[in-house]
Structures are given as structure tokens and as C-alpha cells.
């Protein structure tokens, strides 16, 4: 142990000064966007999911927060009251709840206490988080103006292309046209790696899409219900983006999700248009809403990552700080094998996110053993307690302090690489013990209360925010800042 300690110790203190430098950050600022980690070493048989019971495909309306708001809100403004029966929200929303009635007590919670202080706290500290805030706007506003979804089922959209009318000079639709043959399936997996680098991908994998992790209803540009997954759904590119790094430790205050959502959008539009270009069908799924799939489980399958304790993908590159999208198609490619570098190990004795999780929604259990869901093994997230904490947030929507805390969320330096192998090839789980430990000795966090918005807590970041996004360093301008207990 002495041995280790020491190793670790040398690793921890040159990490500490090389990671000060802007030099070693990997990901959207890297020179090509190239994947760096040579993933041979790491890969495994598969599959990335261990299926302990019968499959089904999750359900749009209730298994996805976002839809489960959705629905709550309308029966709200219809009349209905949280004291009445849950019967009366009607089906799926019915049953769900009755199984489920720790999240129908923190869907409540959300809309009849959460939200009511959230613009309270808004009209306080606005101006605290002002900068934060542009940011995030800079990133969202193409939002607003990109066409972010089929307008069409996928067996109608898919098969068109958007391309300029030579007469009106207007957009139009028009048919794909007859695929072009590829050399090979390595061929065919090459270039299309070649080209979502070139868009902006750090990272990219190619898997066959295993219909468990498409939504069972509700398909973008289909009529509402039940739907059977497309044939021509074959193969799944996943790719994924980090968030900038600087942002990304001043989490949950300062962070934002659309920069890396930006990013994720831009490049997976293109490469659906490159494909289309090709003859091949394709529909492009990207956060924060526009999908018809569950990300993280294919994203493990084509060897992006591991799956962490968080529930988010853990990649090699970046660790926690990835961003995912995915474009659906049949064009025949070589796919990709599941990876594992230790991350699952590595989150049985870490828990660091668990512990500065300010809603407690991520797990504490030693292991993922006994928790299931639709059929797969895999750890549990409370998503609606999660969610009901990005609402008490005060910063852009959300939290990403389990991602900005990550232990592998770490500039690919030399010392971090060197760290990651050192983890990964000793059998004896001393050097992921030793890594935690003077992660939580040399990089002190505010507690998980501290998180929380005044009077509880203070609407801590997990990192000071840098300059660029404190609004007291530019603006000549009255703040209310944030703490614990008072105003």
C-alpha cells in the first residue's frame, strides 16, 4: 500500500501542476477532434448490459421525466389536484404512479412547492447569474431557429433530404436517391468516423441499435402511440462532445448543458445530411429533447464508455464530461466492441458523486447487484428527485455536479493518463482507493447541503467560477449574493 500511496502521491502532485495549463485539454478544443485512447486493450466480448429478466422498450410518457412533466402540467391546468386519485390522470400516467409513488410525491413536490420558490429565487439572484445565463443562451439560441425534428415517421423523413431549388432558390424536399455501394463494411465505418470528427466529434463508435433502448411510443413526426421500431434502424453512430472545461467545474451555478448540446446538434445534423447525400436513410437524435432513443446503453455498446454510478457514459478521453447524440441508418458498417477500463470497479468504492449529490438521487449501494429496470442490470438514478434539484438551481437549467466531480472528468494530461493505467491494470483496487482519497484530500468540495438554495444552502459551485462567467468582474451592477442561512 506504501507503494501505491507513494506512486500515487507523485501522480496527484504532477497532475496538479500540469492540469493549471490550458495545453492538455482534451476534447472540442483538441487539434482534430481525434480519438486518443487506443481502445484495443479495452475491449470486451459484450454485451455492455447484463440483462437479469424480461426486456422492454422504456416508455416515453412515463419512464422520461420530461414526459411525465409534460402530462402532470396538463392535468394541473385541466383541474385535477394532487389530492385527488391518481386514477383520474389516466392511463399510462395511473399506474405508473401507483407503482411508483416515490416519484408521483417528487412530481408533486416539483409543481406545488419547488417551481413557486424557483421564481422567487429568480427575481432575487437574477443578476448573480447573470453571465451564466448569456452563455448558456449563446448555445441555445439555434434552438430556436435549426429544425431540430422530422416533420415526418421515420419511413417518410428518413428518405429525404433538404437540397436548394435551383428556380426558387428555396429549400426543398426531395428524395434520397439510390444509396452508393461501399468497398466494405471498413470502408464504410472509416469514413463515416472520418467525417463526424471532421463536424466536430471528439469521440465516435458504431454499434448495432438494439430495439430495448428505442421509446415504445411518441416517435418525432409520427401520430401519437405505439410504434414498431423502423427496419432500416439498423446501426447506430453515437458520438460524443465534452462541455468546456472551465465551465463545467463551476457546476451546478455556472455550468450549462448547452454548449456541449450545441455541439452535439451541429454535428450529428450534418453527418444525418452527409448520409442522406449518400443515398442512405437517417434521422439524427440529439439532447436536450430530440430523440426516439436512451443514449447512454448505446453509447456503451459501440464503445464510446462505461457506464458510471452517475448514470452517465464514461469515456476514456474525457471521463464524465461527455455529451452524447446518435444517428440511426442501414448503412452495412463494421461496428464497434463494448469497452471496460475499470470504470464499474472504480464506482463501487468511489461513490464521490453520491456523496456531493445535493438531492441524493444517485445511489450509495457497493454495487449495481439487484437493481433492475426494463430487464438490465445497471446502477439507479432517482430522475425526478434529480430533476426537482436542477429546479431549485438557480444557474442555467440543470446540475452536472456528479460529471463536473467525476474523478475521471480530468484534463488527458500525462499524469492523468498515467493515473487511468495505473487504475486499470492493479488487480487489487489500491490505486483507485489511494486516487479517491487524495482527490478528497487535495481538491476540497463544498458539502451537498451547501448546494442547495438559501436558507439551506448557498447555491454553491463545486469549483469558484472562472472570470469570464462572474458577473462582479464586468458589470457595474447591484448583486444579491447567495448564503447559506440569510440573504
Not at 457497493?366 to 428527485?385: A, C, K, P, V
Not at 442555467?396 to 498515467?418: D, E, Q, T, V, W
Request: overall charge neutral; charged content about 25%; proline content about 8%.
Amino acid at each position: 500500500m506504501t507503494g501505491v500511496g507513494l506512486q500515487m502521491a507523485g501522480i496527484a502532485g504532477a497532475g496538479y501542476a500540469a492540469g493549471a495549463t490550458k495545453e492538455s485539454y482534451t476534447g472540442w478544443k483538441d487539434s482534430e477532434g481525434i480519438q486518443q485512447m487506443d481502445r484495443k486493450a479495452m475491449e470486451i466480448d459484450g454485451p455492455g448490459y447484463k440483462k437479469v429478466g424480461k426486456t422492454s422498450r422504456p416508455n416515453k410518457a412515463t419512464d422520461y421525466v420530461f414526459g411525465r412533466d409534460y402530462a402532470f402540467f396538463h392535468a394541473l391546468m385541466e383541474g385535477w389536484d394532487p389530492g385527488q386519485p391518481v386514477e383520474k390522470l389516466g392511463e399510462p400516467l395511473a399506474s405508473y404512479y401507483k407503482s411508483n409513488p416515490v416519484d408521483f410525491k417528487n412530481d408533486v413536490e416539483r409543481f406545488t412547492k419547488i417551481l413557486p420558490k424557483r421564481m422567487a429565487d429568480t427575481k432575487k439572484y437574477h443578476i448573480y447569474f447573470a453571465l451564466a445565463h448569456a452563455y448558456s443562451y449563446g448555445w441555445e439560441d439555434i434552438f430556436y431557429v435549426y429544425p431540430r425534428d422530422p416533420k415526418a415517421p421515420p419511413e417518410i423523413s428518413d428518405f429525404r433530404k433538404v437540397i436548394l431549388d435551383e428556380e426558387t432558390f428555396q429549400p426543398k424536399e426531395v428524395e434520397i436517391g439510390e444509396p452508393m455501394p461501399f468497398k466494405s463494411k471498413d470502408h464504410a465505418a472509416k469514413l463515416i468516423k472520418d467525417i463526424a470528427h471532421k463536424y466536430g466529434a471528439t469521440v465516435v463508435g458504431i454499434t448495432k441499435l438494439n430495439p430495448d433502448w428505442v421509446w415504445d411510443r411518441d416517435v418525432r413526426g409520427g401520430e401519437p402511440g405505439p410504434f414498431e421500431v423502423p427496419r432500416h434502424w439498423e446501426y447506430a453512430i453515437v458520438i460524443g462532445i465534452p462541455h468546456e472545461w472551465e465551465q463545467v467545474l463551476s457546476n451546478p451555478a455556472h455550468g450549462t448543458s448547452y454548449d456541449a448540446y450545441n455541439r452535439t446538434l451541429n454535428c450529428s445534423s450534418r453527418l444525418t445530411a452527409f448520409i442522406k447525400g449518400l443515398g442512405y436513410p437517417a434521422r439524427a437524435h440529439h439532447p436536450p429533447e430530440h430523440y426516439d432513443l436512451i443514449l447512454p446503453p448505446i453509447a456503451v455498446e459501440a464503445g464510446i464508455g462505461e457506464l458510471g454510478r452517475h448514470g452517465f457514459v464514461v469515456c476514456p478521453e474525457t471521463g464524465s464530461n461527455i455529451r452524447l447524440a446518435c444517428v440511426t441508418t442501414n448503412i452495412p458498417m463494421t461496428i464497434d466492441r463494448p469497452i471496460e477500463f475499470g470504470v464499474k470497479k472504480f464506482c463501487e468504492s468511489c461513490k464521490v458523486c453520491a456523496e456531493l449529490c445535493p438531492s441524493g438521487s444517485i445511489s450509495m449501494a457497493d454495487s449495481d447487484e439487484g437493481m433492475e429496470l426494463r430487464g438490465y442490470q445497471h446502477w439507479f438514478i432517482n430522475t425526478s428527485s434529480c430533476y426537482n434539484f436542477w429546479l431549485k438551481a438557480m444557474g442555467p437549467l440543470g446540475c452536472r455536479l456528479c460529471l463536473a466531480s467525476c474523478p475521471f472528468s480530468r484534463k488527458n494530461n500525462y499524469s492523468h493518463k498515467l493515473s487511468k493505467f495505473v487504475d486499470r491494470n492493479d488487480p487489487t483496487g489500491l490505486a483507485a482507493g489511494a486516487l479517491t482519497w487524495m482527490q478528497k484530500l487535495m481538491f476540497k468540495a463544498p458539502g451537498a447541503q451547501e448546494y442547495l438554495p438559501p436558507p439551506d444552502g448557498r447555491f454553491a459551485s463545486y469549483r469558484p467560477a472562472p472570470a469570464w462567467l462572474r458577473t462582479e468582474e464586468w458589470f457595474n451592477v447591484p448583486i444579491t449574493y447567495p448564503k447559506k442561512g440569510g440573504n
